[in-house]
């Protein structure tokens, strides 16, 4: 069993910067392919970033492509988000998750099998 804790949210102006900790406890991520996940009032939840459990392979949504970064410590058991130049349409609740059974994650949310309770993030225009 994975506990997920997100971290860092918060209000910040369009332009500026966050950068989201997701820490896990009970069982160590270095196999696990983690993704970060985000949902808007009225919206579905949405895919943001995924990065593999060797870190080698990343994914990124179009519309933080080149303003997020997905990022691992192995050694702290933690996985980021850094966001930059970010941007109202960002403001959401964001959510790490694990997914234990694909090295190369996905992009689906059905396929994590470990969810963290959720980071607010809202960017003021």
């Known amino acids: 069993q994975v506990q997920l804790v997100e971290s860092g949210g918060g209000l910040v102006q369009a332009g500026g910067s966050l950068r989201l900790s997701c820490a896990a406890s009970?069982?160590?991520?270095?196999?696990?392919?983690m993704g970060w996940f985000r949902q808007a009032p009225g919206k579905e939840r949405e895919i943001v970033a995924m990065?593999?459990?060797?870190?080698?392979?990343?994914f990124y949504a179009d519309s933080v492509k080149g303003r997020f970064t997905i990022s691992r410590d192995n050694a702290k058991n933690t996985v980021y988000l850094q966001m930059n130049s970010l941007k109202p349409e960002d403001t959401a609740v964001y959510y790490c998750?694990?997914?234990?059974?694909?090295?190369?994650?996905?992009?689906?949310?059905?396929?994590?099998?470990?969810w963290g309770q959720g980071t607010q993030v809202t960017v003021s225009s």
């Open positions: 009970g069982r160590t991520l270095i196999t696990y392919a």
């Open positions: 990065g593999s459990a060797s870190g080698a392979y990343t």
């Open positions: 998750a694990a997914d234990p059974d694909r090295r190369y994650g996905s992009r689906d949310a059905r396929d994590y099998d470990y």
